[in-house]
T-cell receptor, first 108, second 113 residues
Framework: GIQVEQSPPDLILQEGANSTLRCNFS?????LQWFHQNPWGQLINLFY???GTKQNGRLSATTVATERYSLLYISSSQTTDSGVYFC??????????FGQGTRLTINP | EAGVAQSPRYKIIEKRQSVAFWCNPI?????LYWYQQILGQGPKLLIQ????????DSQLPKDRFSAERLKGVDSTLKIQPAKLEDSAVYLC???????????FGDGTRLSIL
């Protein structure tokens, strides 16, 4: 099956810093989702981004499908950005295969 | 629009007991998914429904887990009997059809004593 790898596994930053999270996948895909899992366990949709670049406020994402990777950018980090960020790609009948996540900690 | 609803939010049971979780997807969403998320890992699919038919249940431990989606709307996931390794968060998701963004509920956190 398809493999999804995320890096780095952990990231600790000061408030106001910028960060880049990476997601590599082992096979061609027709869509990709980025999620934020907050400290209460809720999985929040950030982006549905099969290819190209999308922006939503301080967050943006770029997927280069031909090179099998996606990047999530967070600018001017806030403490509320803390949590685990997952990317996920479809396999077979559209079930999502998740990476292991990047745990982001933003210190005040 | 209302999101994916799940209940209960938390459940604590002893091993060998049974437990059931309920999910109500976003209105009009034909595809419903149950995922299991063990602490420190990403969610993994247990079962996928398209309307009231099963599309993929290859990762469902069928000796103890069962799921149904009557009338193609609500769904229930049952574990009987529970084992210690079933301690996890059980997430329900829905999408309008395969390939479209999946939207997740808040999950049920299950602890097995």
């Amino acid at each position: 099956g398809i493999q999804v790898e995320q890096s780095p596994p952990d990231l600790i930053l000061q408030e106001g810093a910028n960060s880049t999270l990476r997601c590599n996948f082992s096979d061609s895909v027709n869509n990709l989702q980025w999620f934020h899992q907050n400290p209460w366990g809720q999985l929040i949709n950030l982006f549905y981004i099969p290819s190209g670049t999308k922006q939503n406020g301080r967050l943006s994402a770029t997927t280069v499908a031909t090179e099998r990777y996606s990047l999530l950018y967070i600018s001017s980090s806030q403490t509320t950005d803390s949590g685990v960020y997952f990317c996920a790609v479809p396999q077979g009948a559209q079930k999502l295969v998740f990476g292991q996540g990047t745990r982001l900690t933003i210190n005040p | 629009e209302a999101g994916v609803a799940q209940s209960p939010r938390y459940k604590i049971i002893e091993k060998r007991q049974s437990v059931a979780f309920w999910c109500n997807p976003i209105s009009g969403h034909a595809t419903l998914y149950w995922y299991q998320q063990i602490l420190g890992q990403g969610p993994k699919l247990l079962i996928q429904f398209q309307n009231n038919g099963v599309v993929d249940d290859s990762q469902l431990p069928k000796d103890r887990f069962s799921a149904e989606r009557l009338k193609g709307v609500d769904s229930t996931l049952k574990i009987q009997p529970a084992k210690l390794e079933d301690s996890a968060v059980y997430l329900c998701a829905s999408s309008s059809y395969g390939g479209q963004p999946q939207h997740f509920g808040d999950g049920t956190r299950l602890s097995i004593l």
